[in-house]
Structures are given as structure tokens and as C-alpha cells.
């Protein structure tokens, strides 16, 4: 508007330069056609005594009859110039006129303007300040839910998008207004976003699928890609895995982070160890010396194991019980399990049992002292050795 502005007070100066140039020429020819009307009637009486005398032969006469005419002629053609000027002069200051009423609506304009900006600008604030508040309330409504940490955490970030996004659509809404050819505008955004923005699109699409029944959770234990790991974030894009390395080693981090771009989840494929209550496998060694009588030793063994898992083992099989209700599958057993593998130095007792992802290493340390103490308060002192599992 300020651009238009200058434009018509630019093209109004014009007018009024020109308006000024026409009159100073329009005096000027005033002047002269003043001058040559105080002798016009003394030019007529010339012109008629000449064709008088022109009857007669005469040619002095006759030329100074045709001068005569020619000057009654430019007297007549210069009063016709003044006429024009007259009307062209008329004509600029109408000009200059109309672009004087066209700058005031323009500066009308320019202030309505002014106010429709201010007015968008409080609207989106107001957006703003409505997300913000949306926010907090969403975040104290989830504070005093009994929910477990990581899918509170979870839902709590999807309403949160939602809000944000929302907001978002208010504020173009409110810079661009409700667009006319919605539908043909929705449909080319849509093909020219397919193509440009595939990937962003499929990460997009596969955070939804990760934040279904069966997709991922915040603390999960992980295989995506051959990366073995705990999910450490699940972002709108990409998912972050803390590598703890093969799933059958023991489980300790690396200390590097892997991100993967959320479209695995629809182009490819992941495994979760992690049921609801986050159930994994374990396992523990003991070698008894061929010299000695295992079985006593693994008697002893599998009802201290037992003893230690069976907690864990009931709320596994309940658990369990659930999912295979529902997917009428045949129920699992989540007693520990011995299994014995002779060697030319004795017998491998392997003890696989039950337990939490998060409890995996705090259970292992309590297995391993109380099989040491088990071992050692036995007859014959070190008539058997515990060692870490080469496996799982």
C-alpha cells in the first residue's frame, strides 16, 4: 500500500507539471492571439480592399490579399490552439485530481490494513497463549493419572501434537484465510508432498504405527536393523536406540546411540523382547567337576532358582495368560528351567529363568551370590564353579 502510495502522489506531481507547463504555453499563445485579434479587423479591411483591387488585374493586390488571408487563417488556428489548450489543461488538473482521490483511498486502505494486521497479530497470540495453556493443562491433567511412566509419557506427547498442531492450522488460517479451491489445493499439496517429502511422510505415518498396541514403547528392549538396543526416544521421526550390542550377550550399553528414521516401521520389520511387563529370558552357568555327584548339586540349584524367580515367574504366566487369550495361542510356562551339557572338565548346569528387562542385571548379581553360597556352605568346599553364561 505505502508502494501504491508513492506511485499515485508520483503520477498526481506529473499531472500537475504538465497542468503548469499547459498554462504557461496557454499565456503565451494568449499573448499573441491578443496581439493579432487588435489588428484582425485592419487585416480584414486589407484582405477586402486587396480582392477589390484583384478585379482589376492588379498582382500587388493580389498579394497582399493572400498575406492578409493567411494572417486571418494563423488568427484563426491559434484561437482553436488556445481552445485545446484550455481543454488539456482541464484535462491534467482532473487527472491530478483523480490520483489525489485514489491516494486518499489508498491511504484509507492502507490504515484498514494497518488494523487487519493488528487485529490477525492479537488472534494469533491469543492462538499462542490458547496452545500454551492447553499444554499446561495437559501436562497437570497427566501428572495425577496411575498410569504406567512411559505410556503416560507417550500419550501425553500425542495430545500434545495435536494441540500444537491445531494451533498451527488456526495461525495459517488466520495469515492466508479459508482458501477458495480447497479441494484442488488439498489435492496438488498432496501429490507434490508424496513426492518431495516420501521419507519425512513414511517416518511420519510410522511414529503412528510405533505408538500402536503393537508398536514401541520408552524403555523397550530392541532389534531394528540388526541394532540391538533400549529405546531411549521416540520422536516424531526417528526413534534413538542405546546399543547394548547382540540381544544374546549380556546386555550391557556401549555407549553409542543409534537413530533410525520411524519408516522401518512400514517398509521393514523390528523385533521387541519386551512384552507388557517387559519379560526377558536369562540365563546362568554352573560347571560341576566330573569327579563329583552333579545331581545333588542341581537339585539344589533348580530349588534356590526357583525360590528366587517364583514372584516373577507368576506375574510372567498371568501376564501371558492375557496374550494368549486374546490371540488363542497356547499358554507358556515361565518356571526356570535346567538344562545339563557335558564337557571333558565336568557338567554345564545352565539355569534359564524369568525376569524384568529393567531388574536383568540386579537379578543376575543376586542369583550369583546366592549360588556362591549355596556352593560353598555345601560338603566339600569348591565342588563347583559359577561363571557367565556364553549366551542369553
Not at 22 to 41: D, F, G, P, R, Y
Not at 134 to 143: G, S
Request: net charge neutral; glycine share 8%.
Amino acid at each position: 500500500m505505502r508502494g501504491k502510495t508513492i506511485q499515485l502522489q508520483r503520477a498526481q506531481d506529473e499531472a500537475k507539471q504538465a497542468a503548469n507547463n499547459l498554462k504557461q504555453s496557454h499565456e503565451s499563445l494568449q499573448t499573441q492571439v491578443a496581439m493579432e485579434t487588435s489588428n484582425k479587423e485592419a487585416i480584414a479591411q486589407q484582405a477586402k480592399s486587396g480582392i477589390e483591387a484583384t478585379s482589376g488585374n492588379d498582382a500587388s493586390a493580389a498579394k497582399s490579399t493572400a498575406k492578409a488571408i493567411t494572417s486571418l487563417h494563423q488568427i484563426s488556428v491559434d484561437q482553436k490552439d488556445l481552445s485545446d489548450f484550455d481543454k488539456r489543461i482541464q484535462d491534467q488538473e482532473d487527472l491530478a485530481a483523480a490520483y489525489g482521490n485514489w491516494n486518499d483511498l489508498v491511504r484509507v486502505r492502507q490504515r484498514a490494513v494497518a488494523h487487519e494486521m493488528l487485529q490477525s497479530a492479537l488472534l494469533i497470540l491469543l492462538v499462542l497463549f490458547g496452545v500454551y495453556l492447553a499444554n499446561r493443562l495437559v501436562d497437570n491433567f497427566f501428572v495425577g493419572l496411575a498410569v504406567e511412566r512411559t505410556r503416560l509419557h507417550t500419550l501425553r506427547g500425542v495430545i500434545r501434537f495435536a494441540v500444537q498442531a491445531l494451533g498451527l492450522s488456526l495461525i495459517l488460517l488466520i495469515l492466508f484465510g479459508v482458501p477458495n479451491q480447497i479441494s484442488t489445493i488439498l489435492g496438488l499439496a498432496g501429490a507434490g508432498l508424496t513426492v518431495a517429502c516420501k521419507d519425512f511422510i513414511m517416518g511420519f505415518i510410522g511414529w503412528f504405527l510405533l505408538m500402536g498396541r503393537n508398536g514401541l514403547r520408552v524403555g523397550d528392549w530392541v532389534e531394528i536393523d540388526g541394532v540391538v538396543g533400549e529405546v531411549v526416544e521416540i520422536g516424531l521421526l526417528r526413534t534413538v536406540l542405546l546399543e547394548t550390542g547382540n540381544w544374546t550377550d549380556t546386555g550391557h550399553p556401549t555407549g553409542r546411540k543409534v537413530a533410525f528414521v520411524n519408516s522401518f516401521a512400514i517398509e521393514g520389520h523390528f523385533f521387541n523382547f519386551s512384552t507388557t511387563g517387559q519379560w526377558l529370558w536369562d540365563e546362568v552357568e554352573i560347571l560341576v567337576p566330573a569327579s563329583e555327584n552333579p545331581y545333588p548339586v542341581i537339585d539344589a540349584i533348580q530349588k534356590m532358582v526357583a525360590k528366587e524367580t517364583e514372584a516373577n515367574a507368576k506375574a510372567a504366566e498371568q501376564e501371558w495368560q492375557k496374550a494368549t487369550t486374546r490371540y488363542r495361542a497356547q499358554p507358556v510356562s515361565a518356571a526356570a528351567e535346567v538344562s545339563l551339557r557335558p564337557t571333558a572338565s565336568g557338567i554345564e548346569v545352565h539355569v534359564r529363568y524369568i525376569t524384568r528387562a529393567g531388574e536383568r542385571h540386579a537379578m543376575r548379581t543376586r542369583l550369583y551370590q546366592a549360588l556362591v553360597d549355596l556352593l560353598h556352605t555345601r560338603p566339600g568346599d569348591q565342588v563347583a564353579a559359577v561363571r557367565a553364561p556364553a549366551g542369553r
